[in-house]
């Protein structure tokens, strides 16, 4: 027999019917359903589809927000060999992202394909041993020349050969590479032509960094002055970003140093005598929890180290961003269609930030 309601009180009885106010709602597949009806349809699910859901319903904050928040976008993961370049190249081109922290190896693989190589279908079942013996790089199901690649670091390298020597950031150093490449479809190509500053906090991880690796053996070399990449500069031009913004917003795909730097990004801002934590946030990673690390840590806990703001609006969710970020993208791009947003105008005097 079913339990007798009398046993609850009053204001039990009022609990249990909030509680029990919205229930899930099945996806109703369709062959006219378009992916923004159907990361709509999400928000109404449960598990990993209603976080994905979440995670439209900030970006829908972000974008309605009159304050026009500036947006960090976050990059780490193997995303330029998953298949993303263009997915990446459009939320920047559509005006839905301000400023860009990235991976070295991504920004690296854009330079790559923009000089006209390419990544492959591979496999992970791979014999490894043979790849190495035909230079050919794996990336979990992808292949990369190797060959390519050591063309493409020396190229790097003599880039800044052509910069006056001295020191930059990261931002300055790309922004000058980006001018060199004759790719419209390049990430980087398009970060110049739109004016969103891009920072690599940890350049020297890379490719590119081996590439300046060969710049300063040979400025050393043939006794001359070269560049350096001033990593404590990103830090001041990053922070600059963040105390001049009305407020800011971050995606973070994946996690790893772009995640924590666009982070620390904010806890730098007191310098400048603010204090604020980012009023929007989302994250789409396959990081575990449980290991206490800083890629998976949730956005709650940022909370408690004043990155995230007490009343942001964020979400997470634990979907590989190779399905992930086609999904969000595609809703951007059709709920609000480019430009999404006018561009921002920034006004740098060397590393200081004269205004947004």
């Known amino acids: 027999m079913p339990v007798s309601t009398s046993r609850l009180s009053r204001v039990a009885r009022q609990e249990k019917k909030r509680l029990l106010a919205m229930p899930v709602r099945a996806l109703q597949p369709s062959a006219k359903l378009s992916v923004a009806a159907l990361v709509e349809g ?41 298949g993303l370049r263009e997915t990446l190249r459009q939320l920047i081109a559509g005006g839905y992202v301000d400023v860009v922290v990235s991976t070295g190896a991504i920004l690296y693989q854009d330079i790559y394909q923009a000089r006209g ?3 492959y279908r591979g496999s992970p079942a791979a014999d490894d041993a043979r790849l190495r013996s035909l230079y050919i790089d794996r990336i979990y199901d992808t292949y990369v020349d190797e060959e390519a690649f050591w063309e493409t670091d020396i190229w790097c390298g003599k880039i800044a050969d052509d910069m006056p020597p001295g020191a930059y950031s990261s931002r300055q150093y790309l922004e000058f590479l980006a001018g060199r490449l004759r790719d419209a479809r390049s990430i980087l190509t398009t970060c110049r032509c739109r004016r969103v500053p891009v920072f690599c906090p940890a350049l020297n991880d890379s490719s590119i960094g081996i590439g300046l690796t060969h710049h300063r053996h040979r400025c050393l070399r043939e006794q001359r002055d070269g560049i350096r990449i001033d990593a404590i500069q990103d830090n001041y031009e990053i922070a600059q970003i963040v105390a001049k913004s009305s407020a800011t917003a971050a995606i973070y795909i994946a996690g790893g140093v772009p995640k924590n730097y666009i982070n620390d990004a904010v806890v730098m801002g007191y310098i400048f005598g603010v204090e604020r934590g980012h009023e929007y946030a989302l994250q789409i990673t396959t990081a575990v929890t449980s290991d206490g690390g800083l890629s998976s840590s949730t956005l709650g806990e940022a909370q408690s180290w004043g990155k995230i703001h007490r009343r942001a609006r964020f979400a997470m969710a634990w979907v590989e961003p190779s399905v992930a970020l086609p999904l969000l993208a595609s809703y951007l791009l059709a709920k ?21």
């Open 42 to 82: 999400m928000k109404n699910m449960s598990i990993q589809a209603r976080n994905i859901g979440a995670c439209a319903e900030v970006l829908d904050g972000i974008m309605r927000d009159r304050r026009r928040p500036t947006v960090f976008l976050g990059l780490a993961g193997p995303l330029i060999a998953a």
């Open 117 to 119: 190589y390419r990544h």
């Open 336 to 356: 609000y269609p480019p430009p999404a947003r006018p561009s921002l105008h920034w006004r740098w005097e060397g590393e200081n930030l004269a205004a947004i």
